[in-house]
């Protein structure tokens, strides 16, 4: 079975988010981190695959930690790229406008709650915007690493980066001046098709 993980194209130039984002963290940050976790899932179904075979599963934890690791990554960074946009910023419309409005108080209080949510992560996270399918409601998560923190079976539907490796060459150590370029890249386009994409989920 081949991997199936890939690295997914950028949809824009590296320095297409300029100067909100610089060309050379676009680059290192998809080609070098985004491509080491998409290694790392591979590696871990492929660790998880023989271990089945050999049934030998002396390393399992690590395997399944792995994997968890990785493919979050994978995922998050994924909706990272595309949450993003050259043509970004202002607010959301239509459907997603209207589950902001009634869910998270308006567009300004959620910018805030994730705004705080993104700076107030200890160590390495994200601020992600998320479908909670069992309440069927918008949630702001504070996601640590890239797998902690998390309420199952939430959709992630807008994806914040803060790991060091995010903003650090442009931004230093001022963090929420990296959240606050963010907004100006927020593809509301993409999120809320991807709001439209997973509302009506059914988990639980
Ligand atoms: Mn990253």
Redesign the pocket.
């Known amino acids: 079975m081949p991997n199936q993980y890939t690295l997914p194209d950028l949809p824009y130039d590296y320095a297409a988010l300029e100067p909100h984002l610089s060309a050379q963290i676009v680059e290192l940050?998809h080609d070098k981190?985004?491509a080491a976790y998409v290694t790392g899932a591979n590696g871990a179904i492929d660790g998880l695959a023989a271990a089945r075979e050999k049934n030998d599963f002396a390393t399992i934890n690590q395997l399944e930690k792995n994997l968890a690791f990785h493919l979050s990554?994978h995922v998050l960074?994924s909706l990272?790229w595309k949450n993003m946009s050259p043509d970004g910023g202002g607010e959301p419309e239509g459907e997603l406008k209207a589950a902001i409005d009634d869910q998270l108080g308006g567009f300004e209080a959620f910018k805030n709650q994730l705004t705080q949510a993104s700076n107030g992560i200890q160590g390495s996270g994200w601020g992600v915007l998320a479908w909670d399918p069992t309440g069927g409601r918008l949630i702001v998560e504070q996601v640590y690493d890239h797998q902690s923190n998390l309420g199952q079976a939430a959709v992630p539907l807008l994806a914040l980066?803060m790991?060091e490796?995010?903003f650090y060459l442009q931004y230093k150590n001022v963090k929420a001046d990296w959240v606050t370029a963010f907004w100006n890249l927020a593809n509301w386009a993409d999120v809320g098709e991807r709001f439209g994409r997973v509302s009506s989920l059914s988990v639980v």
């Open positions: 940050h981190h985004h990554g960074h990272l980066d790991w490796h995010a």
